[in-house]
């Protein structure tokens, strides 16, 4: 599969990436590349093949799922500018 000038200008379009006329050739035949790998990737046989969550056999330490950070709300709320009922209020930043 070979990519037209059109075809590169329509993805370049798509994918909002701004794409000179001088640059076309050069990405054209960079996305030519890479449908070529992908078109040998596609030809291997891979029937029978378990799909690998990662490519050597190792798992991860799991911890205890325990809470190890104390509650310091009101310990924030004590240096807060101005509180109230509980909330922070900050000033109007949008127009």
């Known amino acids: 599969m070979s990519l037209t000038h059109e075809d590169v200008a329509r993805i370049a379009k798509l994918a909002r990436i701004k794409v000179s006329g001088a640059e076309i050739e ?16 596609n030809a291997v046989d891979t029937d029978g093949i378990e799909p690998m969550a990662h490519p050597q056999d190792v798992s991860l330490r ?19 500018p101005q509180v109230e009922a509980g909330l922070y209020l900050v000033p109007k930043v949008i127009e």
């Open 62 to 80: 799991l911890r205890d799922d325990a809470v190890t950070a104390s509650n310091r709300r009101d310990a924030f709320q004590a240096v807060a």
């Open 26 to 41: 050069a990405v054209g035949a960079d996305l030519n590349r890479i449908f070529g790998l992908i078109e040998k990737m």
